[in-house]
T-cell receptor, first 113, second 115 residues
C-alpha cells in the first residue's frame, strides 16, 4: 500500500517562472493538504482540498493555486516564482475525519534562482 | 492568535541518554495534539496523538504527556538511539466553526544523538 507520493523530488526554477508540483494521496484518503517548509522552520499551511474544492486556505498569495482531481490526486501551482519561494513543499493526506492523522509525502525541494 | 512554541530549539545528547522536549500552545478551541518526527529530507511521521482527555500516550521509547489546563505538552525519549536524530514537531489541531479543523505547527526541536 503506497503512502503519499510526490513528484518531482527536486526542482530548480528561475525567478518569474511557473511550477507545478504533484501529489498522490495514501490509498483510502480523500483530503489533500499542501505545506511550505522553509529550512529550519515548521511547515506552513498553504491550502486543503476535499471533493475537488479548496476547503481551507492559509496566508499565501494568489500566486499559489491548486487543484484536486476525481481520483483525489492534487497539484500545486506557483506562478511568478520569487527567490523566497525556495522551500520544501509537502503534501499530506487524510480522511478528513476530526482526529484523522496526516500522512506526509517526502516533499518536493524547490530551488528558485 | 493560535501559536505553538517549542523548546529547546536544538539539543545534542549522547546515545543511551533520555531527553524531554517541550511544547506550549495557545490554540483554541483545542481538538488534539500530535507529535511528529521528521528526518532530514523526509516528510514528518506521526508519533503520538492526544485528545483533551488524555494525559499520557506512549509509542515505544516515545512518551508524550499533555496538560490541557496549562496548555503544555512534552515528548520524552528514553534510551536514545542514533536514529532518533531528527526534528520533532508539535502540531495542535483546533476545530473550525462550520466543521473541519485547522492545524498549527511548531517550528520543531532539532535533536542530534551522538556516540
Amino acid at each position: 500500500d503506497a503512502g503519499v507520493t510526490q513528484s518531482p523530488t527536486h526542482l530548480i526554477k528561475t525567478r518569474g517562472q511557473q511550477v507545478t508540483l504533484r501529489c498522490s494521496p495514501k490509498s483510502g484518503h480523500d483530503t489533500v493538504s499542501w505545506y511550505q517548509q522553509a529550512l529550519g522552520q515548521g511547515p506552513q499551511f498553504i491550502f486543503q482540498y476535499y471533493e475537488e474544492e479548496e476547503r481551507q486556505r492559509g496566508n499565501f498569495p494568489d500566486r499559489f493555486s491548486g487543484h484536486q482531481f476525481p481520483n483525489y490526486s492534487s497539484e500545486l501551482n506557483v506562478n511568478a516564482l520569487l527567490l523566497g519561494d525556495s522551500a520544501l513543499y509537502l503534501c499530506a493526506s487524510n480522511t478528513g475525519l476530526l482526529n484523522s492523522p496526516l500522512h506526509f509525502g517526502n516533499g518536493t525541494r524547490l530551488t528558485v534562482t | 492568535k493560535n501559536q505553538v512554541e517549542q523548546s529547546p530549539q536544538s539539543l545534542i545528547i549522547l546515545e543511551g541518554k533520555n531527553c524531554t522536549l517541550q511544547c506550549n500552545y495557545t490554540v483554541s478551541p483545542f481538538s488534539n495534539l500530535r507529535w511528529y518526527k521528521q528526518d532530514t529530507g523526509r516528510g514528518p511521521v506521526s508519533l503520538t496523538i492526544m485528545t483533551f482527555s488524555e494525559n499520557t500516550k506512549s509509542n515505544g521509547r516515545y512518551t508524550a504527556t499533555l496538560d490541557a489546563d496549562t496548555k503544555q505538552s512534552s515528548l520524552h525519549i528514553t534510551a536514545s538511539q542514533l536514529s532518533d536524530s531528527a526534528s520533532y514537531i508539535c502540531v495542535v489541531s483546533s476545530i473550525l466553526t462550520g466543521g473541519g479543523n485547522k492545524l498549527t505547527f511548531g517550528t520543531g526541536t532539532q535533536l542530534k544523538v551522538e556516540l
